[in-house]
Every structure is written in structure tokens, then in C-alpha cells.
């Protein structure tokens, strides 16, 4: 279902500013104080906290598209809070019902230079998806719902448009990839070589050596493909398959 956004699509200016952004978590910090702000962080659950915070590095919260993924990974919603330029983004990922919630449009969202968002903070989300919210009647759900989109088309263009570009940790290494046979790619709306190699991987398992020496690709564009594939639910990862061994054992010999 489609709903009028929170955020009117023809002016962006009305997203927070970076500044007021930073004053509201100092303010927060220091009303609720230390102990009910880890009480807040608890409710994302311990193991997605812990996946969240390895990505952590001199204070930044790490890349978009790992945050994603450990927040697929887990199942969890979130709140992601993202800074583009000098203004703030609210993106609320809902992962068990393949939904994800922005205060524009997703044409405006997709549109922008995904390689400059950058991740200042995360928190349990404050809205619900549509299955857990309860009906208030037409009126008031036309007028006041949020804008649901499906999640799986926005974890693409991250993957391919983002400022990753090396595989995800749980991907990589010594491994040979397929895509399942019964991953569903018409929502992708995939072209040209992309298409190709989505369909070839549907019927063979290749290694990131194989795949980068495709038509059309490299290893970086062969990597950014995957991860877009793995954050699908649709990648087969075989570490025990002869694709890699046999890349692990020419790997080696040319080392």
C-alpha cells in the first residue's frame, strides 16, 4: 500500500540539519543518561547489537549496506539515521516483512548519490509496519499512515550504488557461488549483463575469479553483484565446492 509520504517529496529541506541532529542525541544523552539509553539499544536484541558493533571504527558506524545486511541477517527492524550533505534521513527497515519506510519518495531516495550517505546512529524504529498496526479507520489511515516500499529493490542498488565495494564478510573468502534456483528476480528488474549473470549463476557455481572474468565485469562490479544477490536471500555460498577449491588452490600457486 502506498500513502501520502511523512515528508513532503518537493521539499527536502524540511529533513533535519545535521547540527540539530547532533544537539538532539547530546540532549538525549544527557536527560535519559547511560543506563536507559543501553536499555533503548537492548531492545534491538543482543546479538544484532553485537553484529552491529563490529562494524564500528573511529566512532563511525560503519558502511550503509553492513548495517543493512546485519539487520537482514537478524531479522530485526531499525532505525537507521543517515546524513546526506548537511541533512538527516530517517530510514526505518522492516527485514521480516521485506519492507523499508523513508521520509521521500524512493525515486528522490534512489536518485541520490548513494556512495555519500553515511551512517550517524541506529535505535529501535518508532513506527510499525502495516501488520502490526492497528486499523483507525479510512480516514485517518489515509491521512497519517507512512509510505511502505518493498526493502529488496532498495538492498540492490545499495549493493551495486553504495559506497561498498568489497564483498560482505559473510561471502567472502575461499567460496564458489549459485544463485537458488527458485530466487525470484523479475522485482530486480534486471538488464543487459546483469540479467546474464544472474541467469548463468542460476545454473552453475562459479568463484569470484570466474565471475570478475565475465563480459561486462570486473572484479569489483562481479562483488558489488553478489553482495546485491546475498542480501536477496537468493546466494548460495559452498566453501567445499570444486569451483573453491580449485580458485583457493590457483590462488595459492600463484602466490
Avoid at 37 to 43: D, G, K, L, V, Y
Avoid at 71 to 84: D, E
Avoid at 115 to 121: I, Q, S, Y
Amino acid at each position: 500500500m502506498h500513502f501520502r509520504p511523512t515528508v513532503p517529496v518537493d521539499d527536502p529541506a524540511e529533513l533535519m540539519r545535521v547540527s540539530a541532529f547532533r544537539r538532539q542525541l547530546d540532549a538525549g544523552a544527557s536527560s535519559t543518561g547511560a543506563d536507559e539509553m543501553a536499555t533503548r539499544n537492548s531492545a534491538l536484541g543482543p546479538s544484532l547489537l553485537q553484529d552491529l558493533q563490529r562494524f564500528e571504527r573511529d566512532g563511525h558506524k560503519g558502511e550503509l549496506l553492513e548495517v543493512l545486511a546485519a539487520c537482514v541477517r537478524h531479522g530485526r527492524s531499525l532505525l537507521v539515521h543517515l546524513q546526506i550533505e548537511d541533512r538527516m534521513l530517517p530510514m526505518s527497515v522492516f527485514p521480516a516483512d521485506r519492507l523499508v519506510h523513508l521520509p521521500i519518495e524512493m525515486e528522490r531516495f534512489l536518485s541520490m548519490p548513494l556512495g555519500d550517505l553515511r551512517v550517524a546512529a541506529y535505535e529501535p524504529p518508532t513506527l510499525r509496519p502495516p501488520a502490526e498496526s492497528k486499523p483507525r479507520g479510512l480516514g485517518a489511515l489515509l491521512a497519517d499512515a507512512p509510505t511502505f516500499e518493498p526493502l529488496g529493490p532498495l538492498l540492490w542498488e545499495l549493493a551495486l550504488r553504495g559506497s561498498r565495494d568489497e564483498l560482505l564478510p559473510e561471502i567472502a573468502g575461499v567460496v564458489a557461488y549459485r544463485v537458488a534456483p527458485g530466487m525470484e528476480l523479475r522485482a530486480l528488474k534486471l538488464t543487459g549483463s546483469l540479467a546474464t549473470a544472474a541467469q548463468r549463476l542460476q545454473r552453475e557455481t562459479c568463484s569470484l575469479r570466474e565471475i570478475a572474468a565475465w563480459p561486462s565485469f570486473d572484479r569489483q562490479r562481479a562483488m558489488r553483484m553478489l553482495n546485491g544477490l546475498y542480501l536477496q536471500a537468493g546466494l548460495i555460498v559452498s566453501r567445499t565446492h570444486p569451483a573453491a577449491i580449485n580458485d583457493h588452490w590457483r590462488s595459492s600457486t600463484a602466490a
